[in-house]
């Protein structure tokens, strides 16, 4: 069921803007996590790409409808990988980037998981298996009140041996919610280890197919795919729409990529400058690319 | 009600389920919840009548819990109907993040609670909602005693601005209080006048009042006087209430469905002895043991939660609290 992707001119003018915005996200991750010596560094750089199509391309939500129900909703479900919220919902202007200095610090709201004391966050999580059913829970309300809300959530692929989520999919597809698009963060790593190792879950495909939803794969940090994909929801009629988010834990910085213990490991000084130095040349590169300096 | 003039009234579960059809009718946004339960909870008369305004979850409490959180927080009043049991156990995490720390305004209705389903036995026995609850901030534990607790709570409940959560059983009860009482979450309300000093401070919810205002007159007949308080909010805790019954008493006896651990005799234990209101104290409710197989009158009966075992407490702490 994989599809095949072809970018458009007009998104390719987008991506220029969006693929600067990932490396400041990925920055200021790395600074939060640097500086509170505590956070989920792989899993915030592997789903921020998707985060950052989502708040910039995708959703309407923003600081001035938040208040309101009739607008798009996002439910972080994978709440350890908060970081990466942080930083979009601070680029989106929900609160001041200074505010993120007292992240994970004593008494700040920015605590190690979403909570609602912070602006722009619809749900507390942190807890695995619950983002699900509770966007089920939004979704369902949208249909109820014939309004046009959407409702996405990211999961951590780690997060699918949780019961409840199948509980969620079961009751996705019964209501017939092609309003609620779940995405996985595939990137296949999880804090022991494989996800495959720790507790086979594959075949996904076949199994949310089987649950009754419409299955996409995309590459999570293409943001081009990621655009492409998204402009076609929903993917089917009447079924709940399911991204397989293909993506790979640490992105962005050549040692983090891909390895089991930068979970949650927090850099040394080193490690950090050595990250910096190798964002900002991405930046260069970027630039270059596109003809700026 | 006077006293030899007492009324039987229906169940508390067939109560709360007339009181939703009435409040269906004129609020588009309740919304009943329910886990293969809407027999159980009577509200199939509801699910014809307000077809759209019933939502079923088959049987998955944890889903269940997480989905009416989201509800709620796209503004629906939302009552989860489902065996206490289940809900306040399978789904406690549920309960847990996404209503009480998330601050979503869910019902909890717990149904067939405590040991309502009698002889089947300990999965379907509600001993410990009450103590898991109260270990988590941010969402109020009502237990009515009777019809007229019951219509008020559920009334309540619809504009409560927090999480609530609301017990009962499925047994009829006897009608405890006249229709102009005062019925507010939060209030205890005493069913015998509690002015002049007494010998018990009998502390009861949920339908374990009853068999303590019928021990008040058992005790009576034999010169003992007594004070009774329905204490259906467990949270918020009527400080003032259980100090006042308290403080005027020579002895304190609390009763409830419930396990002796972390409920209701506990929450009064801890509060009376930080007050510096140091009573005789007897905590009345399901021990902590395997509980004996009966139907719910006959484990009541058993546990000495009854007219007669409760008196015969009363008067046993009396003799200790005089020697």
Redesign the interface.
């Known amino acids: 069921m994989s599809t095949t992707l072809t970018p458009s001119p007009i998104t390719i003018e987008i991506v220029r803007t969006l693929e600067a915005k990932s490396i400041l996200y990925r920055k200021s991750i790395l600074k939060m996590i640097y500086a509170a010596r505590a956070g989920h560094t792989g899993g915030s750089l592997s789903c921020v790409d998707i985060l950052n199509v989502l708040y910039n391309h995708v959703m309407n939500i923003s600081p001035v409808n938040f208040s309101q129900?009739n607008r798009d909703h996002y439910i972080h479900s994978k709440g350890h990988s908060v970081e990466a919220l942080y930083a979009v919902l601070a680029d989106k202007n929900f609160f001041s980037v200074e505010e993120l200095n007292s992240v994970e610090k004593y008494g700040s709201d920015f605590i190690g998981h979403p909570?609602?004391a912070v602006p722009g966050i619809?749900?507390?999580?942190?807890?695995l298996?619950?983002g699900?059913?509770?966007?089920?829970?939004?979704?369902?309300?949208?249909k109820?009140?014939a309004r046009r809300?959407r409702?996405f959530t990211i999961l951590g692929d780690g997060e699918l041996t949780e019961?409840?989520n199948w509980?969620?999919s079961?009751?996705a597809a019964?209501y017939r919610l092609d309003n609620l698009v779940a995405i996985i963060d595939r990137n296949t790593l999880q804090i022991s280890g494989r996800t495959e190792n720790v507790m086979a879950m594959e075949p996904l495909e076949e199994k949310f197919t089987a649950f009754g939803y419409a299955v996409r794969h995309v590459n999570g940090n293409d943001l081009s795919e990621l655009i492409t994909l998204f402009s076609s929801l929903p993917f089917e009629q009447g079924k709940p729409n399911l991204v397989l988010s293909h993506t790979i834990k640490g992105k962005g910085v050549s040692f983090m990529e891909d390895k089991v213990q930068w979970h949650h490991r927090v850099p040394t000084d080193m490690e950090y400058t050595a990250a910096l130095l190798e964002l900002e040349q991405a930046e260069k590169v970027l630039g270059n690319a596109y003809g700026r300096k | 009600m006077g006293e030899n003039n007492l009324s039987m009234g229906t169940t508390n579960l067939d109560v709360f389920a007339q009181t939703l059809m009435e409040l269906a009718e004129h609020d588009r946004d309740i919304l009943v919840i329910t886990s293969d339960s809407r027999g159980s909870g009577r509200v199939t008369p509801f699910a014809e009548k307000f077809p759209e305004q019933i939502v079923e979850m088959g049987i998955a409490e944890q889903n269940m819990v997480g989905v009416s959180a989201g509800l709620a927080a796209a503004g629906k009043k939302v009552f989860i109907v489902s065996p206490a049991c289940f809900l306040t156990a399978r789904a406690l995490e549920q309960i847990k993040n996404d209503i009480a720390y998330s601050d979503r305004p869910v019902k909890v209705i717990g149904i067939s609670a405590g040991v309502s389903y009698g002889s089947l036995g300990t999965p379907h026995h509600s001993l410990h909602d009450y103590a898991v609850l109260q270990a988590i901030n941010n969402i109020d534990i009502v237990a009515p005693a009777d019809n007229f607790e019951t219509s008020r709570a559920i009334r309540a409940a619809v504009h409560h601005s927090r999480p609530i959560y609301i017990r009962f059983g499925k047994k009829t009860t006897l009608d405890l209080h006249k229709p102009e009482t005062h019925f507010e979450i939060g209030k205890a309300i005493q069913l015998t006048p509690c002015r002049e000093n007494y010998d018990v401070a009998l502390i009861a919810t949920g339908e374990t009042v009853a068999p303590a205002f019928l021990a008040s007159q058992v005790l009576a007949e034999q010169g003992v006087t007594s004070c009774v308080l329905s204490l259906h909010s467990i949270r918020p805790f009527d400080e003032a209430a259980v100090r006042q019954a308290a403080a005027r008493s020579r002895v304190v006896i609390t009763v409830e469905e419930h396990s002796v651990n972390g409920g209701l005799g506990s929450r009064v234990a801890s509060f009376l002895m930080q007050a510096r209101i140091f009573r005789p104290l007897r905590i009345v409710g399901i021990p902590d043991e395997h509980t004996v197989t009966g139907s719910q009158s006959e484990i009541f009966n058993h546990y000495g939660i009854s007219p007669q075992g409760l008196s015969q407490t009363a008067l046993h702490l009396l003799e200790e609290e005089a020697e």
């Open positions: 129900v909570t609602r619809e749900q507390n999580t942190g807890a298996g619950h699900l059913s509770f966007s089920v829970g939004m979704a369902l309300a949208a109820k009140d809300d409702v019961g409840s509980e969620a079961a009751s019964h």
